[in-house]
């Protein structure tokens, strides 16, 4: 299946003190690629998830903003001039989420990252966002010791630190963050009482003869078994259904 | 509002016309028919990459002779060592003195590598991670859809079982499987404890669905991106523990062994200066994941930069057998157009939540959630023979994804919550997907197959455990949606404990070395393998040669 390439008009973009031509219309990862550029840091899942390939840039014919953005997302422009950022120093906080009788998980967040207070509302973290998070936003709410909001507005947040790059007050968002998930999750969001039931159910030995029995099964009256599977439907109401041969629960 | 360019247009029309009368059909129940399993066997033999002759050859030396596996994986297991670790054994030169020493060396920093080096450090032992790029650069950040565990009244292991040994075609090891299905409660509520969110309903109650080939709902999510809520945290957590120490652009190119044949340590070569690091351990645990950036056959793939099959090239030479690699898993729907993100997923959740997979004409040809070897076989028949697919101006063909049937279904606003980190992605490139269809074609995903492994992680040689994609045994020749992240998590943790209980008892290793490379390198020599075929890569080639 190899993919015919076609040969698209070429732009010249400026990297590392180089000027570059490369093909129109491809990320700028692909775009040096093409070039000839071989990347060590500053590349990694090359889909947007991973946060390795944060990248400033300006586009002197658009505008005079300096632009952020990922490398594997952002299409190259005619006279771009661009700034790989593999790393960005940060502060980060060991913590192991245990949590004393008389504090709060909030509290402790606040404990942990109290440069959050520092935050002078510049916004600049919001405009360099790459995944367009309200990260002011959260930070604010981490402040206010509303940490199931941040979880929520934080939540797609994939650490590539440009905001942390850009902070006039030396906030380390991502990590705050990750932080106030971590403690939402560990002390306040409910537990799911059903999967602690199967726990103990498994620790009990229950499935101990039923995984017996199915282990000894020959294959063809195992190959029927799955065959005559029972479909949970789609729409079953969460925790309701049941199968009619109960012989593996 | 979305305009797709006009070679797409007529055919996203149709898709739109047919879909009242999907939705008719789907609502009364009624679903595209699934294949029996005679046709599926068929059908796979008939269109699956896996089958294609050209595509593969046996290997012809070491432990796992006459394995048949994908040529572009033979040509690196069968390679001659990097050009630093060539000269030290040229010169049987002794080996220089370790910069660095620890219990445990856990190679590979992804999910399956956090989870073997936290559990260990926990254990009490003293935790060196190394890993190619960054801590958590992996695919297990990339993964979307989730995780399976059977937590839910109407399920069991028991029934899990028989899900994954059947999306496997029974070819899976019935011991490893039993191991994941009865692990995977305890681990999910492990990660609960990190602070993992889940979706959950305001009780705690998760929220789960079905994925291809599942008998229940039993696929746990982080919104769309479970796998980065899974790396983050676990990452965290490792960088949380004092006892783990990282070395990041420092990836292992050759395993060190000792005199009685034991796993001693590994060779770094620090990346990009080259420099050589020597580490001296007690046991180490290979966590290097798969082979996706191979670009087998020559697919695009939805991997991360650097899966470049290192582990298994350094465990086939320190002659440890290996299993399964023929069968790769190509995800039915990488991404075609937009042509940007060509090979990156469009996650099976989508398929999970009744998006469906159409022809050119807006028909449907095959049941959406069939296991992914299935679906993947059926698109290429599609798009091959039938000539059924859509095409681009570029010559490559795709079929649609019709994302905007999950609003059609679940209502107004449901693909913007269940896919939070898409929605953005592609609105971001002027497609909204609650409007149009994407169009998709299989894309190498995973390595079902890899080092022989027992259930505690170990493999045949003393102090080496694997965990994660490097291994197989688990998925047999097929894996099935959400147990990759359930597998990295087990067998990791069982991999922590068992290389910490043995790294405390064992004591020191003897003259650690390369002595395993020599009867190796007499085999390539006797074999005349060209000097040029050199591993392991370490990353693709890209940015030396143009690539699509």
Same mark, same amino acid.
């Not at chain 1, 300006?58 to 593999?86: F, K, T």
């Given at each position: 299946?190899? @993919?015919?390439?076609?040969?698209?008009?070429?732009?010249?973009?400026?990297?590392?003190?180089?000027?570059?031509?490369?093909?129109?219309?491809?990320?700028?990862?692909?775009?040096?690629?093409?070039?000839?550029?071989?990347?060590?840091?500053?590349?990694?899942?090359?889909?947007?998830?991973?946060?390795?390939?944060?990248?400033?840039?300006?586009?002197?014919? @658009?505008?005079?903003?300096?632009?952020?953005?990922?490398?594997?997302?952002?299409?190259?422009?005619?006279? &771009?001039?661009?700034?790989?950022?593999?790393?960005?120093?940060?502060?980060?906080?060991?913590?192991?989420?245990?949590?004393?009788?008389?504090?709060?998980?909030?509290?402790?967040?606040?404990?942990?990252?109290?440069?959050?207070?520092?935050?002078?509302?510049?916004?600049?973290?919001?405009?360099?966002?790459? &995944?367009?998070?309200?990260?002011?936003?959260?930070?604010? &709410?981490?402040?206010?010791?509303?940490?199931?909001?941040?979880?929520?507005?934080?939540?797609?947040?994939?650490?590539?630190?440009?905001?942390?790059?850009?902070?006039?007050?030396?906030?380390?968002?991502?990590?705050?963050?990750?932080?106030?998930?971590?403690?939402?999750?560990?002390?306040?969001?409910?537990?799911?009482?059903?999967?602690?039931?199967?726990?103990?159910?498994?620790?009990?030995?229950?499935?101990?003869?039923? &995984?017996? @029995?199915?282990?000894?099964?020959?294959?063809?009256?195992?190959?029927?078994?799955?065959?005559?599977?029972?479909?949970?439907?789609?729409?079953?109401?969460?925790?309701?259904?049941?199968?009619?041969?109960?012989?593996?629960? | 509002?979305?305009?797709?360019?006009?070679?797409?247009?007529?055919?996203?029309?149709?898709?739109?016309?047919?879909?009242?009368?999907?939705?008719?059909?789907?609502?009364?129940?009624? $679903?595209?028919?699934?294949?029996?399993?005679?046709?599926?066997?068929?059908?796979?033999?008939?269109?699956?990459?896996?089958?294609?002759?050209?595509?593969?050859?046996?290997?012809?030396?070491?432990?796992?002779?006459?394995?048949?596996?994908?040529?572009?994986?033979?040509?690196?297991?069968?390679?001659?060592?990097?050009?630093?670790?060539?000269?030290?054994?040229?010169?049987?030169?002794?080996?220089?003195?370790?910069?660095?020493?620890?219990?445990?060396?856990?190679?590979?920093?992804?999910?399956?590598?956090?989870?073997?080096?936290?559990?260990?450090?926990?254990?009490?032992?003293?935790?060196?991670?190394?890993?190619?790029?960054?801590?958590?650069?992996?695919?297990?950040?990339?993964?979307?859809?989730?995780?399976?565990?059977?937590?839910?009244?109407?399920?069991?292991?028991?029934?899990?079982?028989?899900?994954?040994?059947?999306?496997?075609?029974?070819?899976?090891?019935?011991?490893? =499987?039993?191991?994941? =299905?009865?692990?995977?409660?305890?681990?999910?509520?492990?990660?609960?404890?990190?602070?993992?969110?889940?979706?959950?309903?305001?009780?705690?109650?998760?929220?789960?669905?079905?994925?291809?080939? $599942?008998?229940?709902?039993?696929?746990?999510?982080?919104?769309?991106?479970?796998?980065?809520?899974?790396?983050?945290?676990?990452?965290?957590?490792?960088?949380?523990?004092?006892?783990?120490?990282?070395?990041?652009?420092?990836?292992?190119?050759?395993?060190? $062994?000792?005199?009685?044949?034991?796993?001693?340590?590994?060779?770094?070569?620090?990346?990009?200066?080259?420099?050589?690091?020597?580490?001296?351990?007690?046991?180490?645990?290979?966590?290097?994941?798969?082979?996706?950036?191979?670009?087998?056959?020559?697919?695009?793939?939805?991997?991360?930069?650097?899966?470049?099959?290192?582990?298994?090239?350094?465990?086939?030479?320190?002659?440890?057998?290996?299993?399964?690699?023929?069968?790769?898993?190509?995800?039915?729907?990488?991404?075609?157009?937009?042509?940007?993100?060509?090979?990156?997923?469009?996650?099976?959740?989508?398929?999970?939540?009744?998006?469906?997979?159409?022809?050119?004409?807006?028909?449907?040809?095959?049941?959406?959630?069939?296991?992914?070897?299935?679906?993947?076989?059926?698109?290429?028949?599609?798009?091959?023979?039938?000539?059924?697919? =859509?095409?681009?101006?570029?010559?490559?063909?795709?079929?649609?994804?019709?994302?905007?049937?999950?609003?059609?279904?679940?209502?107004?606003?449901?693909?913007?919550?269940?896919?939070?980190?898409?929605?953005?992605?592609?609105?971001?490139?002027?497609?909204?997907?609650?409007?149009?269809?994407?169009?998709?074609?299989?894309?190498?995903?995973?390595?079902?197959?890899? =080092?022989?492994?027992?259930?505690?992680?170990?493999?045949?040689?003393?102090?080496?455990?694997?965990?994660?994609?490097?291994?197989?045994?688990?998925?047999?020749?097929?894996?099935?949606?959400?147990?990759?992240?359930?597998?990295?998590?087990?067998?990791?943790?069982?991999?922590?404990?068992?290389?910490?209980?043995?790294?405390?008892?064992?004591?020191?290793?003897?003259?650690?070395?390369?002595?395993?490379?020599?009867?190796?390198?007499?085999?390539?020599?006797?074999?005349?393998?060209?000097?040029?075929?050199?591993?392991?890569?370490?990353?693709?080639?890209?940015?030396?040669?143009?690539?699509?």
């Amino acid at each position: 299946m190899a @993919r015919p390439t076609k040969t698209p008009a070429s732009i010249i973009i400026h990297y590392d003190e180089h000027r570059l031509e490369v093909p129109a219309g491809r990320t700028i990862l692909t775009a040096l690629e093409a070039a000839g550029v071989r990347l060590v840091r500053g590349v990694g899942c090359r889909g947007g998830v991973c946060g390795a390939c944060s990248v400033l840039f300006r586009v002197p014919s @658009r505008s005079h903003d300096l632009s952020a953005g990922l490398m594997c997302q952002e299409i190259v422009q005619n006279g &771009m001039e661009i700034l790989p950022l593999p790393y960005v120093p940060q502060r980060k906080v060991r913590h192991d989420l245990e949590l004393a009788e008389d504090e709060t998980a909030a509290f402790h967040v606040l404990h942990l990252y109290p440069e959050v207070n520092n935050c002078i509302m510049c916004k600049e973290c919001v405009r360099v966002c790459p &995944m367009k998070i309200d990260v002011m936003g959260y930070v604010g &709410m981490i402040k206010q010791g509303d940490l199931k909001a941040a979880a929520r507005e934080s939540f797609t947040c994939i650490g590539c630190q440009l905001c942390v790059a850009r902070c006039p007050s030396s906030i380390s968002q991502p990590n705050a963050a990750l932080a106030a998930r971590r403690w939402y999750g560990r002390h306040m969001e409910p537990k799911a009482e059903h999967l602690e039931k199967m726990r103990e159910k498994i620790d009990s030995g229950h499935y101990a003869p039923i &995984m017996r @029995r199915l282990r000894l099964l020959d294959a063809e009256k195992f190959q029927a078994l799955y065959q005559r599977r029972e479909m949970e439907p789609d729409d079953a109401p969460p925790g309701t259904w049941l199968p009619d041969d109960r012989c593996m629960l | 509002m979305t305009i797709l360019p006009d070679f797409l247009r007529d055919s996203a029309k149709k898709v739109r016309t047919t879909r009242e009368t999907r939705l008719a059909k789907r609502q009364r129940g009624e $679903t595209f028919e699934r294949f029996s399993l005679s046709d599926r066997r068929a059908l796979i033999r008939e269109y699956h990459p896996d089958f294609r002759e050209d595509g593969h050859r046996p290997l012809a030396m070491g432990a796992s002779r006459d394995l048949i596996v994908p040529t572009e994986l033979a040509n690196l297991l069968e390679a001659w060592p990097r050009p630093k670790i060539a000269s030290l054994c040229e010169e049987r030169a002794t080996l220089p003195p370790p910069d660095m020493a620890t219990d445990i060396l856990v190679i590979g920093g992804g999910g399956a590598g956090c989870a073997a080096a936290i559990t260990a450090a926990e254990a009490g032992a003293r935790v060196m991670m190394t890993t190619k790029l960054r801590l958590g650069d992996s695919n297990t950040v990339m993964a979307e859809g989730g995780m399976q565990v059977a937590d839910h009244e109407c399920d069991s292991p028991a029934q899990h079982f028989l899900d994954v040994m059947g999306g496997g075609h029974f070819t899976s090891d019935p011991a490893l =499987v039993e191991t994941l =299905v009865m692990d995977g409660p305890g681990v999910l509520r492990w990660l609960e404890d990190l602070g993992m969110l889940f979706d959950k309903y305001p009780t705690g109650r998760m929220k789960v669905r079905h994925g291809g080939g $599942t008998s229940r709902k039993r696929l746990h999510a982080s919104g769309d991106v479970t796998g980065l809520e899974m790396m983050r945290v676990l990452a965290d957590r490792a960088a949380c523990l004092d006892t783990i120490t990282v070395q990041p652009f420092h990836p292992a190119v050759e395993l060190l $062994t000792d005199d009685n044949g034991r796993a001693a340590g590994a060779i770094l070569e620090e990346i990009p200066s080259g420099t050589l690091r020597v580490v001296h351990a007690k046991a180490v645990i290979l966590a290097t994941g798969g082979f996706g950036r191979l670009h087998l056959q020559g697919f695009p793939t939805s991997n991360h930069y650097g899966a470049t099959a290192d582990g298994l090239v350094m465990a086939y030479r320190a002659g440890l057998p290996l299993r399964d690699l023929k069968d790769c898993q190509y995800h039915p729907t990488g991404v075609v157009y937009p042509e940007k993100l060509a090979g990156l997923l469009l996650t099976e959740k989508f398929r999970g939540l009744g998006a469906q997979i159409l022809n050119r004409h807006g028909d449907e040809f095959v049941f959406s959630l069939e296991p992914r070897d299935v679906t993947t076989a059926a698109i290429i028949r599609e798009c091959g023979e039938f000539a059924n697919g =859509v095409r681009l101006p570029g010559g490559e063909t795709g079929v649609w994804l019709d994302i905007p049937m999950i609003d059609y279904i679940h209502g107004r606003g449901t693909i913007e919550r269940e896919f939070p980190g898409r929605f953005k992605e592609y609105l971001r490139m002027g497609l909204d997907i609650r409007q149009v269809p994407l169009l998709a074609y299989p894309t190498l995903h995973y390595q079902n197959g890899g =080092v022989v492994i027992w259930q505690d992680g170990k493999t045949d040689m003393p102090g080496l455990y694997a965990c994660g994609e490097v291994t197989g045994g688990i998925h047999g020749h097929n894996r099935l949606m959400g147990n990759a992240l359930l597998e990295i998590l087990v067998f990791g943790r069982r991999a922590g404990v068992a290389a910490a209980r043995f790294a405390a008892s064992s004591g020191e290793a003897r003259n650690p070395g390369i002595g395993h490379l020599e009867p190796f390198l007499e085999e390539l020599a006797a074999m005349s393998v060209p000097r040029e075929r050199i591993a392991p890569r370490l990353l693709p080639g890209y940015g030396r040669v143009p690539h699509y």
